[in-house]
């Protein structure tokens, strides 16, 4: 069978280094934060071209956090996708504010930026685009109305670690960058973890005390932004010290441990290479798959995209899929419900038909293999597959 992903082969290419790495963890007995995970931070604030980076335990935390640094809470809405996966609009929703969806794109399947600003409100807070399948959202156009409305802009890079728009990277371009290493992303760790990227100094202390149950002088620091006064160690406000354990505002429990900042140290100077021949799989994807039934997807020109995943679309999805299984070809789908139809945003009022793209996506989008070992072998036979496919 050839898989849609796979990952065995990546750490077979790196084994000596990466068990090297946690093994080293393993014997200085510190497991959660501490210097592997500054060292990354670094390291991948470089990567992307930002100041500061805070590690976290996974992407929707990443979101979660960033979220409330931006001050999102009960009563606002967040402009966001109607296709993505799930946890974009779950992290929304779990700091109490409203999800607010707009379409993608037909062509590119990212947020359809000309249909942002129709939908902000008084109550709007910010806009979260989602860089789906490693293709970066029109930031521009979006920086652009957000400046004018003064809305905060999250960006959703989960699936775009490495990503590029117009020469900046993924995640530099809002006002933060939410990444995911999930196994199976373009830079994946494990286990689970996740960074919020960020130019702002502010905005990376209030992410560095929600990662930490609100505690310690950046808990304190939230505590003062939220009751609009200035609150600091040594401020007027406060004249205090800081033991341990007092804490100023209510944060979670989110931290990278240090065993994954070490396995994702080793393989971020891969990254790039990586990203490229995912680029060189979709380009033989691209010029080499002819059957008129199956479309292609449509690069915006923006800048690269790192296929996190190749999706084409097609009328008959399950003849398709049945078709490639019986050729020992996997395939996937990336996502069968669109956000706003999902079972648990039905209070929120939105009906089949509101977002033709995104439902188009949802019913017809077929992801075929895409990673960077894939053989020379392999790509051949997925081409030869999806052009010998008929309805
Ligand atoms: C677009 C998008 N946002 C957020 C996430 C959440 O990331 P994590 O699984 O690390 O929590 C994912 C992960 O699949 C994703 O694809």
């Known amino acids: 069978m050839i898989p849609l992903m796979e990952l065995t082969r990546q750490y077979k290419s790196l084994q000596g280094q990466l068990d090297e790495a946690a093994l080293k963890v393993l014997h200085s007995g510190k497991y959660i934060l501490g210097d592997e995970v500054v060292r990354f931070e670094q390291e991948f604030a470089d990567y992307c071209g930002v100041k500061y980076a805070v590690g976290v335990g996974n992407g929707t935390d990443a979101l979660v956090l960033a979220l409330l640094a931006a001050g999102v809470g009960p009563g606002d809405e967040v402009i966001t996708c109607a296709m993505s996966f799930f946890a974009t609009a779950e992290a929304i929703a779990v700091v109490g504010a409203t999800p607010v969806f707009v379409d993608c794109t037909k062509e590119t399947y990212v947020i359809d930026a000309n249909a942002v600003e129709a939908r902000i409100t008084e109550r ?178 923006f800048g690269s995209h790192i296929y996190y995943v190749f999706v084409v679309a097609v009328e008959d999805r399950d003849g398709f899929r049945a078709f490639m299984k019986s050729h020992e070809i996997a395939t996937g789908v990336y996502f069968p419900v669109p956000l706003h139809l999902q079972k648990v945003f039905e209070d929120l009022g939105y009906q089949p038909g509101d977002m033709p793209n995104a439902e188009y996506l949802a019913e017809h989008g077929v992801a075929i293999p895409m990673f960077p070992e894939l053989s020379e072998e392999e790509i051949a036979k997925v081409i030869n597959c999806v052009n010998a496919w008929e309805e």
């Not at 004018?148 to 006002?175: P, T």
């Open 124 to 301: 709007t807070k910010a806009i979260l685009p989602v860089h789906l399948y490693g293709q970066c959202a029109d930031m521009d156009q979006i920086n652009e109305i957000a400046r004018r409305r003064r809305l905060y802009v999250i960006e959703d890079c989960a699936q775009a670690a490495g990503a590029e728009y117009k020469g900046r990277r993924a995640g530099s371009m809002g006002d933060m960058g939410c990444v995911s290493f999930f196994p199976t992303k373009n830079l994946g760790c494990a286990g689970d973890g996740g960074m919020i990227v960020t130019d702002h100094e502010e905005l990376y202390r209030l992410c560095q005390a929600y990662r930490v149950h609100g505690s310690g002088e950046n808990g304190l620091l939230a505590y003062g932004k939220k009751k609009g006064i200035a609150m600091e160690p040594g401020s007027v406000n406060f004249h205090g010290n800081l033991p341990k354990y007092y804490n100023f505002v209510i944060g979670h429990n989110s931290r990278l441990d240090a065993i994954q900042a070490a396995l994702l140290r080793v393989k971020l100077p891969h990254l790039n290479g990586w990203n490229h021949r995912r680029r060189q799989i979709a380009k033989r994807y691209d010029e080499s798959i002819t059957n008129p039934l199956v479309k292609k997807p449509v690069c915006g020109g």
